[in-house]
Nanobody
């Protein structure tokens, strides 16, 4: 089993930045892909960014050039650096992990991920 704990959410003005962290514990050796999802009220959960162990990354079109996913396997931690935030980025952000390497369309499916964090709220004011 893997446990994921997110931190770093909060309230920020449009144009500002936030950095989310996700720390894994438990059977961390089994993790391959780590990703960030978000879910706004009344909307489906959507992929923000994903990174399998091989260094590849996958971003939603809406965040390309603004958000960056990174990870340090030695620290069992992944980050999501969010710059130039917009009100439409407001959502609960979830960390996800899975033992398989996911790319492209597969990486975008919530069902591809076995482990989930509890979520952290990000609110961007206009």
């Amino acid at each position: 089993q893997v446990q994921l704990v997110e931190s770093g959410g909060g309230l920020v003005q449009a144009g500002g930045s936030l950095r989310l962290s996700c720390t894994a514990s438990g059977s961390v050796f089994s993790i391959n892909t780590m990703g960030w999802y978000r879910q706004a009220p009344g909307k489906q959960r959507e992929l923000v960014a994903a990174a399998p162990n091989d260094g590849n990354t996958n971003y939603a079109d809406s965040v390309k050039g603004r958000f960056t996913i990174s990870r340090d396997n030695a620290k069992n931690t992944a980050w999501l650096q969010m710059n130039s935030l917009k009100p439409e980025d407001t959502a609960v952000y979830y960390c996800a992990a899975d033992g398989r390497a996911w790319y492209a369309a597969a990486a975008r499916l919530p069902t591809s991920y076995e482990y989930w964090g509890q979520g952290t709220q990000v609110t961007v004011s206009s």
